[in-house]
């Protein structure tokens, strides 16, 4: 049970570039998320799923795209990279709930963008 | 404007004392409150958590306790230990239809414990 996985671990891109960061999770959850973290304001929610084909925008989705076709993978796209898109990504996934209790999300190790 | 602040960005606590570690929120429809805590190079792990309803709870050496009164949460860990020397997050829950939890963290705090 490998948890929740991302690649790459470390890269770089030049302005107006575009990649996609991976994220796949073995844990049959229905929830998955992208957050960033940035220095002095803590881990910030970019876009997230409730399950295979239904996607939602979190706190500071522009610039970034998600899909979700199979309930295992996340991947989050950068169109156009900018500097401004310089952090370190993170992807978590959580059980689905129906009965508005709190389940954990499990993050994974992280993804260190660096934008030129 | 944040809704989850930790207005301590650091704290060093000598080895076998009380670390207290802070956090304030602003939107009193959170439903939960959780601590994650981060290693460097890897991703938060989940510490503990407290419902809205809730004034406190214990799990082995680390206690959150909850003032909806004054919307503040605090993380108590005793006896600290080196390994517990890492960012601690503050952060809380809102659930969303469909049952999703929309985190929203505060800044963090990076705990030192020296010996």
């Known amino acids: 049970n490998a948890g929740v996985t991302q690649t790459p671990k470390f890269q770089v891109l030049k302005t107006g570039q575009s990649m996609t960061l991976q994220c796949a999770q073995d844990?049959?959850?229905?929830?998955m998320s992208w957050y960033r973290q940035d220095p002095g304001m803590g881990l910030r929610l970019i876009h997230y799923s409730v399950g295979a084909g239904i996607t939602d925008q979190g706190e500071v989705p522009n610039g970034y795209n998600v899909s979700r076709s199979t309930t295992e993978d996340f991947p989050l796209r950068l169109l156009s990279a900018a500097p401004s898109q310089t952090s370190v990504y993170f992807c978590a996934s959580s059980r689905g709930t129906a009965d508005f209790s709190y389940n954990e999300q499990f993050f994974g190790p992280g993804t260190r963008l660096t934008v030129l | 404007d944040q809704q989850v602040k930790q207005n301590s960005p650091s704290l060093s606590v000598q080895e076998g004392r009380i670390s207290i570690l802070n956090c304030d929120y602003t939107?009193?429809?959170?439903?939960?409150f959780l601590w994650y805590k981060k290693y460097p190079a890897e991703g938060p792990t989940f510490l503990i958590s407290?419902?809205?309803?809730?004034d406190k709870n214990e799990d082995g050496r680390f206690t959150v306790f909850l003032n909806k009164s004054a919307k503040h949460l605090s993380l108590h860990i005793v006896p600290s230990q080196p390994g517990d020397s890492a960012v601690y997050f503050c952060?809380?829950?809102?659930?969303?239809?469909?049952?999703?939890?929309?985190?929203?963290f505060g800044a963090g705090t990076r705990l030192a414990v020296h010996p």
């Open positions: 407290i419902s809205s309803i809730k």
């Open positions: 939107n009193s429809m959170f439903d939960y």
């Open positions: 952060a809380a829950s809102e659930v969303f239809s469909g049952g999703y939890n929309k985190l929203i």
């Open positions: 844990m049959n959850h229905e929830y």
